[in-house]
């Protein structure tokens, strides 16, 4: 069994979709800015200078994550829509997505990471503590379901 984390291509469109789309509506319900994100993720992540990569487990799409640029003229990525399958959890695979983001922000020369979530979501909250972002006190989110903010400065 090898894991591989590749760089988003159009024929994982599908499984970018489904696999966020699943967690977010087990715990949520899919709002605006995941509509945008999900069902056209060159247009609203990839072409605004932003980048997807997903978790192969055999080849087969198993995790996704993005990172989307902030603002074209600043140095901060949110870190975004990270998934793994159901049956995938316990593997590392979403801290190794996670780590895969922070490698490229650092290769970009990125300030900053940012992630807005939700602190039911205590499997990923503690992820993103244990890879080193702090709690934000003050910010604003598009979405309703947002009731954390946590940010990484890397450089």
Known sequence: MSLQIVSYQPQYA???????????EKYFKMEEEDHKALDHPE????????????????????????MKKMDAEETTYELAKM???????????????CEQVIAKGKELGASKIYIESNTILTPAIN???????????????????ANIALEMCIQ
């Open 83 to 97: 998934g793994v399958i159901p049956e995938m959890r316990g593997k590392k695979i979403g801290q190794k997505l």
């Open 14 to 24: 599908a499984a970018f979709k489904s696999i966020n789309q699943w967690w977010i």
């Open 127 to 145: 992820l993103y503590k244990k890879l080193g972002f702090v709690e934000l006190e003050d910010y604003t989110s598009p979405y309703e379901r």
């Open 43 to 66: 247009q609203n992540i990839i072409n605004k200078g932003g980048f997807i990569f997903i978790a192969l487990w055999n080849d087969q799409p198993v995790g996704a994550i993005s």
